[in-house]
């Protein structure tokens, strides 16, 4: 892995954060080195000017996860918002990888801004549930993941997501009923050896052949021409990913291959990841369930987990609070405000309490579990109401509406 | 390719074979020495003791490729045989790579084998058409092989397969219309390292991953789960293979697979290579026209490739061949004629005449140019009987008809 990896100077010694699809961690208490990680995988940096720009063409702010650096490093965002402001279209992708049927808090995250994108650009959508993948990788049957995929849709629609805008699909269906999926899987795969998947994925010979082929699954939604339903053919709609930086390796291979193919490479908007309770050393994982706060988690589960695991950023006493502050940059319940905290304001305000001293992590703990306990809830009750048939519409291969 | 090399002794050198599903070459004008590959393979030879099972059990005699050795190999026949003893079921499946629009007779070998199966045993049918593979493996598109494909289904058709017995189907189709076919493929996928195809195909780290991934896809036909419309769901039935042996590679690992996934291991039967018109060192091949008679022929095109091409086995002159006699071993003309002539007192007729050397090679010639002028005749006008719609009826994904 260590193509993927970003070094970090520790006490002197040059450590190493490790960022792939299947891990992710570093050696700091303030996580990933986002900086480095840029440089490394040779993206941009969203910066004031795209930001700006963002909000001069939309007419309306950014989402807090873009301004506050929550998504933070992009691929090409310029050339779709060229097309944007030529009235052109474009395509969000997004996706999942079921592997479990609870889904916590970071896999919110990429949804939640996907959700932000589709309303302010008014684009069709279509989600990639990956259950061939966890199939793949995990100790868990075909028949297991394939009925993951369909839990996990639940929670995806309770997001909020305009079904005549979006189209939801799990590979294992949708490989069955579509050709040019499969076909376009197999133009990636003809363009991709085994040397270049061992270089960007780490795979070795003991690795599974399901495995190695299985990044041509991820590539293969980048092109309109996967969803003859929604674009009738047209090969040119440009497509932009919003997703976690560990999924970029899939996007970097990807663009590789498509001027090969003539078809457009996907633009990508990399959000940073959602930290453990135990703090920003490694990634909130379901595998590790004192790690996550669920979507299923009652209000109690979610206040007991919050006071028992948060890694906190305060004094070791009290008295050593008061006197030398807080670090918000460790604080794993002021790390989580920074997601779920809509109000500028009283952010600011509850960073400079708790770095002067004045508030406690018990206060910060207090303000997360109320704003999670009602996130949860309202999400549980949205979820409730998503029945088997809205599931089947939203995963009907069908024409969406949009103006183009 | 070492793995599957056979050493042949020419000259007091050790020779090799090469017998892959890409390459068939022998240094031996008698071509590949079978009983090595028998041994090399791990095969068992089909024996007189099996011939007579097989005609007291059907009440038949044997089709003559069984009984010169044409089809000279075979795994678990015996269990087949007793299978249709009891009266359970099986099915059968053969493929082709369509990366030709026109076929030549070696291709017609297991067709014509798999059709006597089919009437002998009556049971179903599958037939892949590897257009996934032809556009991994070839310059040619995607669009090319799939065309061809459709195009090749006339040709198998042609040859007389019953429909209510039969589905035809290309890769391309079948695995967008059904899911549990790409399911089978993922398993077959988790459970076969780089390593192991490594081993058995001689790929290397600049193979491209569709090829690397691609043997699973060949395995999943001999799993009646694959096919629920025919099967309906049965997991169960087992497969019996007739193919040339340079396939056995597929076979072989989807054998060793099989058990793992609780899946019954796939029968075969083997054939030898239908040889080049310049001689058995090299099997017929359309990527090398003047080694080929096609099912498109003209009568003159066959006579005027069999009189230039067709190795002789004769002597140099006249003189020298009534002397020391013909080979037959080596002479190509009495070799198709073991193929196509089904009189089994004529051929052993022709067959000693030419040996003792009052036959010549041109009179070998002139009665084989009669046969297949007739059989490709025969051949032409059955398919352009062949319409679209019974190529469409062939390749519906339907229940067949079978007393199971």
Request: aromatic share 12%; glycine share 6%.
């Amino acid at each position: 892995m260590a193509e993927l990896s970003v070094e970090n100077e520790v006490n002197g010694q040059a450590e190493e954060d490790l960022v792939n699809p299947w891990t992710v961690s570093s050696s700091s208490l303030k996580g990933v080195d986002y900086d480095k990680l840029i440089k490394k995988f040779g993206s941009s940096k969203i910066d004031d000017g795209l930001i700006e720009r963002m909000e001069k063409l939309t007419g309306k702010p950014v989402h807090h996860f873009i301004k506050r650096g929550i998504f933070f490093s992009h691929r090409e965002m310029h050339m779709i918002l060229d097309l944007y402001e030529k009235k052109q279209p474009f395509y969000l992708y997004t996706g999942r990888g079921p592997s479990s049927g609870s889904m916590h808090l970071g896999h919110l995250v990429p949804f939640i801004c996907t959700k932000w994108l589709q309303e302010t650009f008014d684009v069709p959508l279509v989600i990639q549930l990956t259950d061939d993948e966890k199939f793949l990788w995990k100790d868990l049957t075909v028949e297991d993941t394939h009925k993951l995929s369909f839990e996990n849709a639940k929670d995806i629609i309770a997001c909020g997501f305009d079904v005549n805008k979006t189209f939801i699909f799990s590979d294992y269906d949708y490989i069955g009923k579509c050709s040019e999926f499969y076909k376009n899987i197999t133009r990636v795969q003809k363009l991709v050896t085994f040397n270049q998947v061992k270089g960007i994925f780490g795979f070795d010979d003991s690795t599974c052949i399901g495995k190695i082929s299985f990044p041509a699954v991820q590539a293969a939604p980048s092109f309109s021409s996967s969803f003859p339903d929604i674009f009738g053919g047209n090969k040119k709609v440009p497509c932009l990913i919003p997703c976690a930086i560990d999924q970029d390796p899939y996007f970097r291979m990807t663009r590789d291959v498509a001027p090969r193919l003539q078809y457009l490479k996907p633009a990508l908007l990399h959000s940073s990841f959602f930290p453990a309770l135990q703090g920003a050393q490694s990634k909130m994982s379901s595998s590790d369930p004192t790690s996550s706060i669920f979507l299923t988690d009652t209000p109690k589960e979610i206040k007991n987990k919050i006071n028992k695991y948060a890694y906190s950023g305060g004094g070791a006493t009290v008295e050593e609070h008061r006197e030398k502050g807080g670090n918000v940059e460790v604080d794993v319940s002021y790390q989580y405000l920074r997601f779920f905290l809509d109000d500028d304001e009283k952010l600011e305000k509850l960073g400079s309490e708790y770095k002067s001293g004045e508030l406690l992590t018990g206060f910060l703990k207090k303000e997360l579990i109320t704003i999670l306990q009602e996130l949860i809830a309202d999400h549980q009750k949205r979820r409730i109401l998503v029945t088997d048939d809205d599931v089947k519409q939203f995963m009907t291969p069908r024409k969406l509406n949009y103006n183009y």
